[in-house]
């Protein structure tokens, strides 16, 4: 069973920096495609970034400030956030999927690809 963990979420001062962690189990995870979506309340999950399972292609939503990395070795994804305006107070989730690739490049960006979910991780950025 896949397991996935985030951390690093917290309060910032609008400019600062956060960068999230999402631990996985599995065996596999190098097979998987690793998203961070984010969700405020009374609206739906927003994609944030994605990367391949080799880490090969990222895929951003278009606020930019993000990037998304991984390590294989340590079954870990992270997503460094920088900028960050009180507009990305939201909880932070990240996502896996059992394809290292999508068929198409708009899959990345639709909660719905995904198998497996984190509980989420709470960013809060103050003005």
């Known amino acids: 069973q896949v397991q996935l963990v985030e951390s690093g979420g917290g309060l910032v001062q609008a400019g600062g920096s956060l960068r999230l962690s999402c631990a996985a189990s599995?065996?596999?995870?190098?097979?998987?495609?690793m998203a961070w979506f984010r969700q405020v309340p009374r609206k739906g999950r927003e994609f944030v970034a994605a990367?391949?399972?080799?880490?090969?292609s990222t895929y951003y939503a278009d606020f930019g400030r993000f990037t998304v990395s991984r390590d294989n070795a340590k079954n870990t994804v992270y997503l460094q956030m920088d900028s960050l305006k009180p507009e990305d107070t939201a909880v932070y989730s990240c996502?896996?999927?059992?394809?290292?690739?999508?068929?198409?490049?708009?899959?990345?960006?639709?909660?719905?690809?995904?198998?497996?979910w984190g509980q989420g991780t709470q960013v809060t950025v103050s003005s």
């Open positions: 990367i391949t399972g080799s880490g090969g």
């Open positions: 599995g065996r596999t995870f190098s097979s998987w495609t």
């Open positions: 996502a896996a999927s059992i394809a290292a690739e999508m068929e198409r490049a708009t899959y990345y960006y639709y909660p719905q690809s995904y198998n497996y």
